[in-house]
Nanobody
């Protein structure tokens, strides 16, 4: 499974960004697609994911502000980020799970300026 992430960048507090990640390869075997992030000086953490049957999970820290979605036709997972805060500044990574094996895309930087 290969993952290509798009989006990210610099945004002001309260702004919005949308991350996209296109999956290719053995996509029929993907159990879940989602996003992790690594904030400066912190461990990588799960942000949100969506399973192959459409169930979603969003981290408490971003609930109500971030939405995860999936376009099965294009094998793309999205992360819509609204009401961004400085603490959302991080490198965001796309993730795919295939039979308990994690695949990672290259990270994309999101910087929220105050």
């Amino acid at each position: 499974v290969q993952l290509q992430a798009y989006g990210g960048g610099l945004v002001q507090v309260g702004g919005s960004l949308r991350l996209s990640c296109a999956a290719s390869g053995s996509i029929s075997r993907i159990n879940a697609l989602g996003w992790y992030r690594q904030r400066p000086g912190k461990m990588r953490e799960s942000v949100a994911f969506i399973t192959s049957v459409g169930a979603t999970n969003v981290a408490h820290s971003v609930k109500g502000r971030f939405t995860v979605g999936r376009d099965n036709a294009s094998n793309t997972v999205y992360l819509q980020m609204n009401s961004l805060k400085p603490e959302d500044t991080a490198v965001y990574y796309c993730n795919a799970v295939v039979r308990d094996i994690d695949y990672w895309g290259k990270g994309t930087q999101v910087t929220v300026s105050s």
